[in-house]
């Protein structure tokens, strides 16, 4: 079946304009996710949706970053005001959110940002 | 302390070789944990979940150790296809809700022939 969905896959804007990132979770998945990935570093978590519950925004780097997921499927990622420092991979992820502990998240191919 | 930690490598051995990674956690409430792999310019996949017994896919075999909070990777009969970078994962939330996961900055291993 298809797997999560980004885009566009590359980004290049320049400083101080706004940017909107795309996911379309797993048909089916309540659960879903954003993270980036800065070159060489580890996966940062920024914000969390599980189903009509208020999302986990606790990982939002600034009061720039905002995101909505509309439906409970699309995912918007919003960034105003890019600084040079926003340039990452902007990566998604969901999951069916069974309930159980181990349950996997599922990767999207992610959103090459680059800010000039 | 860092709530996932990992030694970044790079592992560089042979082909056939056994190598082991380590991973280290901070949040003793943490309830999932898993290995991801990520090829490079690729997004992560999952490779094994991690069971408080332990638990072994084909040549990988993940171990959990609760009291000491570390997680451990064992690969045996390396291939060249293993080359990759291996995320060492974690839940933050407990309780039944896994919630937001935490990314170790990975380990990279490079198979040669």
């Known amino acids: 079946g298809a797997g999560v969905s980004q885009s566009p896959s590359n980004k290049v804007t320049e400083k101080g304009k706004d940017v909107e990132l795309r996911c379309d979770p797993i048909?089916?998945?309540?659960?879903l996710y954003w993270y980036r990935q800065s070159l060489g570093q580890g996966l940062e978590f920024l914000i969390y949706?599980?189903?009509?519950?208020?999302?986990?925004k606790s990982g939002l780097p600034s009061d720039r970053f905002s995101a909505e997921r509309t439906g409970g499927s699309v995912s918007t990622l919003t960034i105003q005001r890019t600084q040079q420092e926003d340039s990452a991979v902007y990566l998604c992820?969901?999951?069916?959110?069974?309930?159980?502990?181990?349950?996997?998240?599922?990767f999207g191919p992610g959103t090459r940002l680059l800010v000039l | 302390r860092k709530e996932v930690e990992q030694d970044p490598g790079p592992f560089n051995v042979p082909e056939g070789a056994t190598v082991a990674f380590n991973c280290t956690y901070s949040?003793?409430?943490?309830?999932?944990f898993f290995w991801y792999r990520q090829d490079c310019r690729k997004e992560p996949k999952l490779l094994m979940s991690?069971?408080?017994s332990g638990n072994e896919d084909g040549r990988f075999t993940a171990q959990l150790n609760r009291a000491s909070q570390y997680i451990s990777l064992l690969i045996r009969d390396s291939k060249l296809s293993d080359s990759a970078t291996y995320l060492c994962?974690?839940?933050?939330?407990?309780?039944?809700?896994?919630?937001?996961?935490?990314f170790g900055k990975g380990t990279k291993l490079s198979v040669k022939p």
């Open positions: 048909s089916g998945h309540t659960a």
């Open positions: 994962v974690v839940n933050r939330n407990y309780g039944g809700s896994q919630g937001n996961l935490i």
């Open positions: 992820a969901s999951s069916l959110n069974s309930g159980q502990i181990q349950e996997t998240q599922y």
């Open positions: 949040n003793s409430a943490s309830q999932s």
């Open positions: 991690v069971y408080s």
């Open positions: 949706f599980q189903g009509n519950s208020a999302p986990d």
